[in-house]
């Protein structure tokens, strides 16, 4: 019996997610007994893929198709379950991102396994081979938290980003290469263009997220925001009005509608923090809000909280930073 945890990647490197959740995996290995094996789907050099072992997992099934370049969920939940069944897996880990959400049910149907979607600890409870495991997850769009019993034979656990620590040490997985089967109907969908918007940092993967809202009054306005990302190694985000409107790309747009995020610290500038904003970014472990409303909702919701005009505060900021920043 293994702990498969699909090793997710993006133009062959991996993604933090995709080191948590090996991390994960290996916990839940001690728990209930067994080796840690990691699926890799695509072009990723074996340097990359013997990384993988200083995060625990001891073997790598690597799996290369030229048509599995870019994500196809139904070939890549075949060879995901395919991976499972030939490691006895009755764990398999997915990231909670927006690739592991459109693979996750389709391996569980697959293996007809229990899913849990959006876990953020380790199961309280291991019950070993065929025994059940109870597991702490997000829910009301990230405003609850509810656990949640598998009691099936196999368990499939998306965990959610940032909510696991990285474990590292010293060792190398082995990589073994491997070829499942597919059929016709696993391309029945393909993508035709990836799109790359920039190096910025990736806003999911941020531990530190910068946001601006309509409070910012205008576009022109944005320098600030930006400045104060990178002086703090941060991703830059908006709220919904803000993308409507066409100050922002959507691809920076954070809440329900939007993007989902997690960060370590997100700040809030000019956002008055509508339930629907708050959705996408509640599962933030600290928030900060900058608002002149000393009424605005987000201030409820945020740990701390400065009430004052942006164009004040952020400037003071930057320049406070800067100051640390020199001094240390």
């Known amino acids: 019996m293994s702990v498969l945890i699909f090793a997710e990647n993006w133009g062959g490197k991996f993604k933090k997610s995709t080191y948590e959740a090996i991390s994960y995996g290996s916990e839940i290995a001690k728990q209930v007994g067994g080796n840690v094996t990691a699926v890799v789907i695509g072009n990723v050099s074996d340097e990359d893929m013997k990384s993988l072992g200083k995060y625990g997992a001891q073997k790598v099934l690597s799996v290369k198709n030229d048509k599995l370049n ?3 969920p139904s070939a890549f939940a075949s060879a995901i379950a395919q991976a499972s069944q030939k490691e006895n897996a009755k764990v398999v880990i997915v990231s909670y991102t927006y690739s592991g959400r459109s693979v996750a049910g389709r391996v569980a149907v697959k293996l007809k396994a229990g899913l849990v979607a959006g876990a953020v ?26 656990d949640v019993t598998i009691s099936s034979e196999i368990k499939i656990i998306g965990l959610y980003p940032n909510s696991f620590h990285l474990d590292t040490g010293e ?3 082995a990589i073994e290469s491997f070829s499942p089967s597919f059929s016709d109907s696993d391309f029945n969908s393909t993508f035709k263009e990836t799109k790359k ?6 806003l999911t993967e941020a531990e530190i997220v910068v946001s601006g809202g309509r409070g910012l009054k205008g576009p022109e306005n944005w320098g ?3 400045q104060l990302a990178e002086l703090l190694g941060a991703a830059t985000s908006c709220s919904k009005p803000v993308a409507d409107v066409g100050w922002r790309p959507h691809h920076e747009h954070v809440g ?32 900060v809000a900058i608002n002149t409303d000393k009424e605005a909702p987000f201030f409820k ?10 164009f004040e ?12 920043k020199s001094a240390h």
Do not use: W
């Open 70 to 72: 870019a994500l196809n």
């Open 224 to 226: 600030m925001i930006e």
């Open 313 to 324: 505060v952020v400037p003071k900021l930057i320049e406070e930073i800067k100051k640390f």
């Open 256 to 287: 329900q509608t939007g993007i989902t995020i997690a960060p370590n610290l997100y700040i809030a500038i000019g956002i008055s923090g509508a339930i629907q904003h708050l959705a996408g970014v509640n599962s933030s472990k600290v928030m």
């Open 301 to 310: 919701a945020a740990n701390y909280g400065i009430c004052g005009d942006a």
């Open 171 to 173: 060792g190398s997985a």
């Open 197 to 202: 918007t920039s190096d910025k940092i990736v």
């Open 121 to 146: 600890q380790l199961p309280s409870s291991g019950g070993g081979a065929g025994g059940g495991l109870t597991i702490r997850k997000k829910c009301f769009s990230g405003k609850g938290l509810t």
